[in-house]
């Protein structure tokens, strides 16, 4: 018997234009999008389709927009292929993406579920606001070279691992100055590529603890259920059936480093998982899987 994953993904996997040709040809995807603005208070779909790229990328906007767009995929998927849907054994998603997921499994309602997505977005934006920071993508080093080279560049600041999303490809986050001083010393110790990356702050690092504060009170409110089928946390790389603990997760998911590739490793080598569907914007995760497994099919369906 199969096991299939659904795999979500991330802020950085958004595009203006997403999501435009769903909601033109799915009544299923238009609903979503149509309920979305009457929960965020704001055209979605306009955003989504004709940006500004400005406005789109923003952290607050960003978020709602995959949030949306991946569950209108999935209104494709249902449609195209109602028995791989019927049947999907596992899911996960990148970040923001294991929102997604949950609300996939079952475990959030759609309405509780952009709620949550649009406060986390807020909190983040506004915790990020607070400090300059940012977050360095390093190619070609394993973990330990990057743990190495961070604690060479640290010195009194807050820089840490914050995205390991597969072997030799690591995203590092923490103050500005410590991310100006890790690609420095990341490129002087050989790394293929150092990226600065066009996103609002240190994400999945202390320095987002403020928004923390803010989502925890949001989950405490939200109604969450035991998913119907697992659901692998970013923070520990397994899933977790109790609704506090899922809460706690979600909590520290936005300060804790995303161990992608653990996550990916245990649908693989513990769960036996035999193929997965990318489900929204980008093919990101795609290539991710195949830098861990090869072999493994992987389908996407776009928004």
Known sequence: MTK???LFPGQGAQ???????LAASLPQAKELFDRAADVLGYDLLDLCTNGPAEKLNATDHSQPALFVCGLAAL???????????ENCAVTAGLSLGEYTALVFAGAIDFDAG????????????AAADITPSGMVSILGMEREQVEAVCAEARGDDILQLANLLCPGNIAVSGDMAACERVTKLAEAAGAMKVIPLAVAG??????????????????????????????????????????????????????????????????????????????????????????????????????
Not at 15 to 21: L, P, R
Not at 114 to 125: E, I, N
Not at 229 to 248: M, Q, T
Request: charge should be neutral; include cysteine.
């Open 4 to 6: 299939t994953a659904f």
């Open 15 to 21: 595009s203006v234009g997403m999501g435009a040709q």
């Open 75 to 85: 209104e494709q998927l249902k449609q195209d292929a109602p028995g791989v849907v």
């Open 114 to 125: 952009l709620r949550l997505v649009q406060t986390r977005g807020q909190a983040m934006q």
């Open 202 to 303: 240190a994400f999945h690092t202390p320095l987002m603890q403020p928004a923390v504060e803010r989502l925890s009170a949001a989950l405490a409110e939200a109604e969450i259920r035991p998913p119907r089928i697992p659901v692998v946390s970013n923070v520990d790389a397994r899933p977790h059936d109790s609704a506090e603990e899922i809460r706690s997760l979600l909590e520290k998911q936005v300060v804790n480093p995303v161990l992608w590739e653990d996550s990916m490793r245990w649908l693989l080598e513990d769960f036996g998982v035999d193929g997965c569907y990318e489900i929204g914007p980008g093919r990101v995760l795609r290539g991710l899987l195949k830098r861990i497994n090869r072999k493994l099919p992987c389908e996407n369906v776009a928004a």
